[in-house]
């Protein structure tokens, strides 16, 4: 019985989620907690219950724990995304400011060297992205304990952005058939993914740090 | 005393649990215990977010356990409420029992 619970694993992407956004409290107890349920319940009523099991419990305590961080705290929490959206527009407005002054300087040498240009511009998009790399690493350090429900949540706001000046695009092209500019559409998608990653980082980072040091033990609280 | 006195409805049935459970009070138990008795399929996220606020207002207090193998070599967190948490249960309970009292619950509302 004891071997076959052992030699049944829960979804390691499940688990990795769970351990993006448990706070060092509760990095230990709540894995623990669902391997111990997940391996009773994989004996008991098979694997693939088990694991459905799983991933619904994962799905529910992800939202409830990131409901739980801005509930702890609500003003630190818009303090922290509101200051990442202000930085992220700031950064991305420099690649912008640079080109043009370039440009407009060395204006004969780019209107002969055309593909030097396209390749300038191509460089700019790469830069908006690093910029927004930079800006989820900020704001998952300033984040501390909350580092992927803040960048997720910054990453959610531009989502939202993007689906309205894609929608406002599809619109303008259809009233005016001018078309979309679908390239940079689809830069700017990369955003929110760019600013998840820079949460990521962090947070690999500091869950490596937290796990190399020594457990405590005893009554914490009251 | 202030309204925030009282427990929510989760947070009264979490420290009910966690005194029915007495020293066997972790996540695993506090959950299937929450569901055994009322029916309804509690996530350990919410068991856990609701405990940390519990533990926030000096409700409840919590230790680790010793790591087990059959928890992949995690620790079990340990709940157990404190006085000031006994003393919440009790107002909230005489709270609920003055409201309900005369009222005939199963027959004019069911």
Redesign the interface.
């Known amino acids: 019985m004891m071997s076959q619970e052992f030699s049944v694993h829960p979804p390691r992407i499940a688990t990795w989620l769970i351990g993006l956004f448990t706070s060092d409290h509760e990095a230990e107890a709540i894995p623990g907690d669902l391997l111990e349920e997940f391996s009773h319940l994989a004996s008991k009523s098979g694997v693939a219950i088990a694991r459905r099991w799983y991933w619904r419990q994962t799905g529910k305590t992800i939202t409830h724990l990131a409901g739980g961080a801005f509930r702890s705290a609500p003003w630190f929490m818009a303090a922290v995304v509101v200051g990442g959206f202000l930085l992220h527009g700031f950064l991305h407005a420099l690649p912008g400011k640079v080109l043009s002054e370039v440009t407009d300087r060395y204006l004969a040498f780019w209107s002969s060297h055309f593909q030097a240009y396209m390749w300038v511009l191509n460089g700019m998009m790469i830069a908006h992205l690093m910029a927004s790399l930079l800006v989820g690493c900020m704001v998952a350090l300033a984040a501390k304990g909350r580092e992927m429900v803040a960048t997720v949540t910054l990453a959610l706001v531009y989502c939202g952005m993007g689906g309205v000046a894609l929608v406002g695009a599809a619109l303008v092209w259809v009233a005016t058939d001018r078309p979309m500019n679908v390239a940079w559409l689809l830069w700017a998608g990369w955003d929110p993914f760019a600013i998840m990653v820079g949460g990521l980082i962090v947070r690999t980072r500091r869950a490596q740090g937290r796990d190399s040091l020594p457990k405590p033990l005893g009554m914490t609280g009251v | 005393m202030s309204g925030r006195d009282y427990l929510g409805e989760f947070e009264h049935i979490i420290l009910l649990a966690l005194l029915r459970l007495d020293d066997r009070a972790?996540?695993?138990t506090v959950?299937q215990e929450i569901e055994f008795r009322t029916k309804r399929e509690v996530?350990?996220?919410?068991v856990?977010?609701t405990l940390?606020?519990l533990?926030?207002k000096?409700y409840?207090?919590?230790?680790?356990g010793e790591?087990?193998?059959?928890?992949?070599g995690?620790?079990?967190?340990f709940f157990q409420v404190?006085a000031?948490g006994v003393v919440a249960v009790s107002r909230t309970h005489r709270a609920l029992r003055s409201m309900t009292e005369g009222l005939d619950l199963v027959r004019s509302y069911a």
């Open positions: 972790y996540g695993v959950r996530s350990i996220g919410a856990y977010a940390d606020r533990e926030t000096g409840v207090k919590s230790r680790l790591p087990t193998p059959e928890r992949g995690r620790s079990k967190r404190t000031k």
